[in-house]
């Protein structure tokens, strides 16, 4: 947290024109198309560095410094919306919007679980994590890139709530729901089949038929 010293900077540059094609030649150079827009100023059309800027979010970060080429001012921007291609996998675009480091903001941050359960000890027992987020209000500055959720001591059939996971700061309030299930210990009901046995004949005794020959009749 603390993000005004840790904050990465993204080298930006304006982009003259938008469309399809010229931003296909943007992400062709290594370059990845994005809009910065809010705080009552107008969107602005730039570009940045692909491979920095993707390396940035995997490992979880949100806010970014923007440093225009030619200009001295640098914008805070936080991370909005993320594009991908038809695949899914490789980002298009990025949308940031404007923010100020003391103001507050509603963002959704990924909870991490942690520990061992208790519960998990129980023959069919399971974990279940419903969401792996939980949205929280809280200052540009403290935004963390994740919360921790400890379930060392949930125990079979006990539920983790939103309302029960600890944030990070006093300052930070929950908007989710506060009943949101986070994580649950829930035991698989063992159903046995019991299978009755048939007697199975193995075969099948013929009556003996015996027949007696009578003698000719005298004629």
């Known amino acids: 947290m603390k993000h005004e010293e840790t904050a990465p900077v993204l080298a930006a540059t304006r982009r003259e024109r938008t469309g399809t094609r010229y931003c296909a030649r943007i992400r062709q150079a290594g370059g990845l198309p994005a809009v910065v827009y809010g705080h009552g100023k107008p969107p602005v059309s730039i570009a940045v560095n692909a491979i920095e800027t993707v390396n940035h979010l995997t490992k979880g970060d949100k806010i970014f410094k923007i440093k225009m080429e030619g200009e001295s001012e640098v914008q805070v921007v936080i991370i909005k919306d993320l594009q991908f291609d038809h695949l899914g996998t490789n ?3 990025a949308d940031f ?3 100020d480091f003391e103001e507050r903001i509603e963002v959704r941050v990924p909870v991490q679980i942690v520990g061992d ?3 998990l000890k129980t023959a ?3 974990l279940v994590t419903p969401t792996n987020e939980i949205e929280i209000e809280c200052l540009v500055a403290n935004l963390p890139s994740m919360i921790e959720v400890d379930i060392t001591d949930l125990d079979a ?3 983790l709530h939103a309302e029960d996971i600890a944030l990070p700061l006093p300052t930070m309030k929950l ?6 299930i986070v994580a649950q210990i829930v035991v698989q009901a063992v159903i046995e089949e019991v ?4 007697d ?3 075969g099948e005794t013929q009556p003996e038929v015996t027949t007696e020959k009578k003698d000719d009749a005298d004629e």
């Not at 908007?175 to 949101?180: C, G, M, P, R």
């Not at 299978?195 to 048939?198: A, G, K, L, R, V």
Request: net charge negative; no cysteine.
């Open 91 to 93: 980002i298009v675009h």
């Open 175 to 180: 908007v989710t729901d506060s009943q949101a």
């Open 157 to 159: 059939g006990q539920i």
């Open 124 to 126: 069919g027992a399971m």
């Open 97 to 99: 919007s404007r923010v």
């Open 117 to 119: 359960s208790v519960g």
């Open 195 to 198: 299978t009755s046995e048939e």
């Open 200 to 202: 199975e004949v193995e």
